[in-house]
């Protein structure tokens, strides 16, 4: 009977010992499987996304300056300093203020620019509408800040220059003129256009003796209907401005060749000897 007893109490005692092991332990039970739309949110982080690395804009993304790239830029832009000026050719210009041809290519040549600048970019600051026009921007100053850009229709502005560093911090080009572009010349016929601080006059015939009958305005096409002796330019008078009311019915004048006259179109053909 004692013997029974001492069984019972040490197999008692066994599975006591036991239970509190296996509390003192911690043992879990395993974990249950992840509903299905967690699975594919978790695979998705772990694998690698091939179109971003196979992606060019996002490669340029990265490689660019943390601070800041050049679509960036904007109004709210604001250099630290300011540094060298923007040089370009142009048609005519006075005080500051440069007549551009609307079509044609133009370079714009950053003088004595700040050094070691991530990127340089140039763009023209609209007089009314508050807006920037990029022209562009040369990541490759060991030959010079140079970009070339086609002159756009009705430009009117400021040209600004921007020198962007990794940091953040950009250094602007000091003031750089005044640029204006007119509309884009007539392509199915021959005009002339007059660049010009003044207006100059048109006779009503081929002669500096002749009367004067009208005035050519700078930045108006005149159609040209014939070249005499590479001399003289017959052209329409349609909207131009007659010298008095006598000639305002008078619709071809006499313009006289001028370094300040440029052709437009086909005009070879109006020769005449």
């Not at 599975?15 to 395993?30: D, I, M, N």
């Not at 091939?50 to 109004?75: F, N, Y």
Request: include cysteine; proline fraction near 7%.
């Amino acid at each position: 009977m004692f013997k029974q007893k001492t069984h019972l109490f040490f197999s008692i005692l066994l599975l006591a010992t036991l239970a509190c092991g296996q509390f003192e332990l911690g043992v879990e039970e395993p974990p249950s499987p992840l509903p299905e739309a967690q699975v594919e949110d978790h695979q998705a982080q772990e694998t690698p996304d091939e179109t971003l690395s196979s992606d060019p804009s996002h490669l340029s993304a990265i490689s660019a300056p943390s601070g800041i790239r050049p679509d960036m830029i904007s109004l709210d832009t604001i250099p630290i300093s300011y540094q060298g000026r923007i040089d370009f050719p142009f048609k005519t210009g006075d005080a500051g203020n440069f007549v551009l041809q609307a079509g044609e290519e133009v370079s714009f040549n950053w003088l004595d620019f700040p050094p070691d600048a991530a990127f340089y970019s140039i763009a023209i600051k609209t007089h009314e509408e508050e807006q920037l026009i990029m022209i562009g921007t040369d990541f490759d100053s060991s030959d010079g800040v140079m970009i070339d850009w086609n002159v756009e229709e009705n430009i009117s502005g400021s040209v600004v220059g921007f020198a962007c560093f990794g940091d953040g911090a950009c250094i602007g080009a000091e003031w750089s003129g005044e640029v204006y572009s007119g509309l884009l010349p007539p392509d199915q016929f021959c005009t002339v256009k007059l660049f010009n601080i003044g207006v100059v006059d048109i006779y009503l015939e081929p002669d500096k003796d002749s009367v004067v009958i009208a005035h050519l305005t700078p930045g108006f096409y005149a159609q040209v209907y014939a070249i005499v002796e590479d001399q003289w330019l017959w052209i329409d008078l349609t909207n131009l401005d007659t010298s008095s009311q006598e000639y305002s019915s008078l619709s071809r004048g006499y313009v006289p060749q001028q370094k300040s006259l440029e052709l437009f179109g086909p005009c070879n053909s109006l020769k005449e000897n």
